[in-house]
């Protein structure tokens, strides 16, 4: 039995795991706050897809005698489309769009020509297999992709051949940028290393905007490859955010603005070395602005780790904190006392309290787990997160004043960028 | 990937993907670049590649046999854990009381989350139940 909301998903699902006639039954969307009297009444009555009697059609799905039909056995290559395409380049757009490939912006057509040229921007070769990808791990059989693939999703993004190194590295985790969820979702990826400036990204003034080719465009590439590559992206099938995010269209880029942190870079922390580039992935619901916070207006150096613990209150502790602080920020907590980012971590850690009544209302935080859990009253405090390290630190900005923007993001994994060089 | 053309390969009735409203529009829309690519046709043509990756090979698995009756047999209402899910199968089980007291009905909530398996639910599924109901959603 599955509510209607999640239609297409189950039916198309279930036919890519092998059972295209899996007998479903639909009630209406939600049963989540619903009542006792009000999802009994769904029970009484008609399945909304087919209109027969709900509970009549479930037992007959578990009576009635299988078809041939149903008892299917072999193997099928799902259809994926020819290898190219050949028409007029406004048909092409158009074919492009109409199938699903595109975020709905023009593309630049991928002619062998352009994908050759891109190809040419890595040692690997263009029938080397990249990675898996799934738009949700477990809940839908991954693809896989060559270089190849990469390369014409790359330049329908309109990547010139320098950023293809780096939209390899991104497409060898087989991260979908676009994780079917109901959450809405959204990604973001961290560089560090030579890289920016080879790429002559932007970790200035604006770097989280569009003010950049290179952040852009590598955004860009990773949402195209998060339909392209595993079928993903697909709403109300292989994607299910109720409301969806903007941030989707590019996802966030953040080249870390190494030059003016007083603290290593972010992948130094995670064992790479400092000439090294690479690309570090963080995944959770959203990303808000610090601006105006408890402890800002203090002086002469504003109270910025007060805004910080004050700023994540409405976050859920199913994902952590990622802080993007401008680097004056970095530098205003130096002089607030904090010299590394474990230090303001650690404050931040004991200091974002929560009560245990109020965890025992949030949706997606938990309570500890453990033997401490049968000692936990109402009226205790308890850290917002179990462990500092839920608390992660990004330095980007241009310094025009010192504000922070903060995501409710858990970091993932760093892979290197120059492999694929 | 074309979900027409793989449900038809895997024996699903296009009567039945006519109920589903985003390949109906899927279908309409391709048979509308169909018209206008043959009405701009001399101009130009440019051949581009597919950027689709490979999806693997789908084995068709064949249901369980099904039962003649569920009179004295024993049902599983199983949850994969979304919220509501518990509290709807609490009513299917009283739906089953009021209209086919000779079922029996079995709450369980799936480990893991809502994708994962849960080999030791499955086997004492099959060691003790005849049949099982599944709710997806919330």
């Known amino acids: 039995m599955v509510t209607i909301a999640f239609k297409d998903l189950a039916k198309t699902n279930a036919a890519k795991r092998g059972m295209p006639l899996q007998r479903i039954s639909f009630t209406p969307h939600p049963v989540w706050g619903k009542t006792d009297e009000e999802m009994y009444a769904y029970l009484d009555g008609n399945d909304p897809v087919s209109g027969k009697p709900l509970m009549k059609e479930v037992v007959a799905s578990l009576t009635t005698p299988l078809t041939a039909d149903e008892m299917k056995t072999g193997t099928v290559t799902p259809p994926t489309g020819a290898p190219t395409f050949t028409d007029t380049a406004d048909n092409l757009q158009q074919y492009f769009l109409d199938n699903g490939m595109t975020d709905f912006m023009p593309i630049i057509l991928p002619t062998q020509e352009k994908v050759d040229a891109m190809l040419k921007a890595t040692s690997h070769k263009p029938d080397e297999v990249v990675g898996k990808m799934t738009p949700a791990q477990g809940a839908f059989p991954a693809w896989s992709y060559t270089v190849q693939h990469v390369a014409v999703n790359a330049v329908m993004a309109g990547a010139i051949p320098d950023y293809f190194p780096t939209i390899l590295a991104i497409a060898s985790t087989g991260i979908s940028a676009l994780f079917s969820s109901t959450n809405s979702l959204v990604s973001a990826a961290v560089i560090n290393g030579p890289v920016r400036d080879k790429l002559q990204m932007n970790y200035g003034i604006g770097a989280m905007g569009p003010f950049n080719q290179a952040n852009a465009v590598i955004g860009r590439a990773w949402t195209l490859m998060s339909k392209n590559l595993d079928g993903g992206g697909v709403a109300g099938e292989t994607y299910m955010g109720s409301q969806g995010n903007v941030i989707n269209y590019n996802n966030l880029i953040i080249p870390e603005n190494e030059k003016d942190s007083p603290w290593p870079p972010f992948h130094v922390q995670k064992g790479f070395k400092p000439e090294e580039s690479v690309v570090s992935f963080f995944f959770g619901f959203n990303i808000t602005q610090g601006q105006g916070g408890k402890g800002l207006g203090m002086k002469p150096i504003p109270h910025y780790h007060e805004a910080m613990s004050a700023n994540v209150g409405p976050f859920a502790s199913l994902f952590g904190a990622l802080f993007i602080l401008d680097p004056l920020v970095a530098h205003g907590l130096g002089d607030l006392g904090f010299k590394t980012k474990d230090q303001i971590a650690d404050w931040l850690q004991n200091n974002t309290l929560v009560s245990v009544k109020d965890v025992k209302t949030m949706l997606f935080s938990a309570l500890p787990r453990g033997p401490e859990a049968a000692n936990l009253t109402d009226d205790m405090m308890i850290p917002k997160w179990p462990r500092a390290d839920s608390y992660t630190f990004v330095v980007c900005g241009g310094q025009t004043n010192p504000y922070h923007q903060l995501a409710n993001m858990s970091y993932r994994v760093s892979v290197s960028i120059d492999k694929w060089a | ?138």
């Open chain 2, 1 to 138: 990937m074309n979900r027409r053309k793989l449900l038809s390969l895997m024996g699903m009735s296009p009567v039945a993907l006519a109920g589903i409203p985003a390949l109906a529009e899927q279908a309409k829309k391709s048979d509308q670049t169909k018209k206008e690519g043959a009405a701009s046709a001399g101009e130009p043509k440019l051949t581009v590649l597919n950027p689709r990756g490979l999806p693997p090979p789908i084995t068709l698995i064949p249901m369980a046999p099904r039962l003649s009756t569920l009179d004295g047999k024993t049902v599983y209402l199983v949850s994969d854990g979304f919220p509501g899910a518990d509290a709807f199968l609490n009513q299917v089980s009283i739906w089953f009381k009021k209209n086919m007291p000779n079922v029996t009905t079995v709450y369980r909530l799936k480990a893991g989350g809502f994708a994962d398996d849960d080999p030791k639910l499955n086997a004492e599924i099959k060691e003790k139940g005849q049949a099982v109901i599944m709710a997806i959603g919330h």
